[in-house]
């Protein structure tokens, strides 16, 4: 910017110098030739001749006035005054004349100078105004290619940030469909277990969730003793939750007291059977041992298959065989009185094949 404001000014000293000669040197030979100019000065000349010579005449008379009042008048002084002036005054005119001579050689010996400095002045200026013009041109070329390089890199850091936001979004759709897909696996295994458990008979579904699933199970019909056995309370439902871990383990949790859940298989098939099956078999023993504690004070232990009746006087702990009461029967397996253990063999009910209330009722009249 500098160098262009520098340019500028010397270009514009350069045209004040040529302004008073035109443009060109075409247009100054046609206007003023050299011819001209020496006839102009010639009669210049001869104009500067003339009035001289007035001058001198003027001189003269009025010399000769004042010499005439002031002296007596001397012809042959005066005549001789004159003479000597009028060969001083055609001196003078001899170098005037000499003196222009001399001029008009130097005139015309420096206008072709003048005009070539003229002439090599005009393409100067001419070459300045083409250089300063491609120097803006460059220079407005270069502040376009700033300006758009500027523009560039906004544009690519707009495009960068519009990689990283995309990206974003891919790991956060991946995220989502990783979500979305396991939601899908748990609501089909859902979905496929509540089909699962309706077509088995005596099987329920009450509420289902994406971890867990809740199931009534109904027992079946049983089998009947080879002894009648006393009237004894239906069979209740039983109801227990299948709940997933995260590794895809099933977990059982059974919501009575009376039953534990036996140990879950690989899969949600196998496992409600082993449950259908298991609460098949203990539902009778399990549906009497719920009419019992309404009269005695009793407490069943699952794992052990063994059943505690608490007595002031004992504790009786009685032993249920597997299969009871259709295959198994009830045995006295130990007893604790005030007076330490006793012979468990001491003591049994009447009946051949004695049902757990058959023992409670003939336990409960002993004191002991």
Not at 267 to 276: A, F, I, N, P, S
Request: glycine content about 6%; some cysteine; hydrophobic content about 40%.
């Amino acid at each position: 910017m500098a160098a262009a404001g520098r340019a500028r000014g010397l270009l514009a000293q350069l045209d004040e110098a040529l302004a008073f000669e035109g443009p060109t040197r075409e247009e100054l030979e046609a206007e003023l030739p050299a011819k001209v100019l020496v006839e102009h000065a010639v009669d210049t000349r001869k104009k500067q001749k003339w009035m001289c010579s007035q001058l001198h005449v003027v001189k003269f008379l009025l010399e000769f006035l004042d010499q005439r009042d002031s002296a007596p008048f001397d012809q042959k002084t005066t005549e001789a005054a004159v003479r000597n002036e009028m060969m001083q005054a055609k001196q003078q005119w001899k170098e005037l004349k000499a003196g222009y001579q001399q001029q008009v050689v130097a005139i015309e010996g420096a206008v072709p100078r003048v005009l070539a400095q003229l002439e090599k002045g005009q393409h100067l200026a001419q070459r300045l105004k083409e250089a300063l013009v491609r120097y803006e041109a460059q220079e407005q070329l270069e502040e376009r290619k700033q300006q758009l390089e500027e523009q560039a890199a906004l544009l690519r850091s707009r495009v960068q940030a519009q990689r990283q936001e995309l990206h974003r979004l891919q790991g956060e759709l991946q995220s989502q469909e990783c979500v979305a897909s396991g939601w899908r696996e748990k609501v089909e295994r859902s979905s496929a277990l509540c089909q699962l458990l309706e077509t088995l008979q005596g099987v329920r579904v009450v509420s289902a969730s994406a971890d867990e699933i809740d199931v009534e199970l109904t027992p079946g019909p049983q089998q009947t003793t080879p002894d009648p056995q006393p009237a004894t309370l239906d069979p209740q439902l039983l109801r227990f939750t299948l709940c997933w871990a995260e590794d895809g383990s099933i977990r059982v949790q059974s919501h009575s007291p009376l039953f534990p859940p036996p140990r879950p298989c690989a899969d949600v098939r196998g496992t409600v059977l082993e449950l259908q099956q298991s609460y098949g078999q203990l539902a009778p023993l399990l549906a009497e041992i719920q009419a019992l504690q309404t009269r005695f004070s009793i407490d069943w232990q699952p794992q052990e298959h063994q059943l505690r009746f608490l007595q002031p006087s004992a504790i009786w702990t009685l032993a249920v065989e597997p299969g009871y009461p259709v295959w198994g029967g009830v045995r006295l397996l130990a007893v604790q009185g005030q007076r330490g253990p006793g012979d468990p063999g001491a003591w049994k009910p009447p009946q051949e094949t004695p049902s757990l209330r058959d023992w409670l009722e003939y336990l409960s009249t002993l004191d002991i």
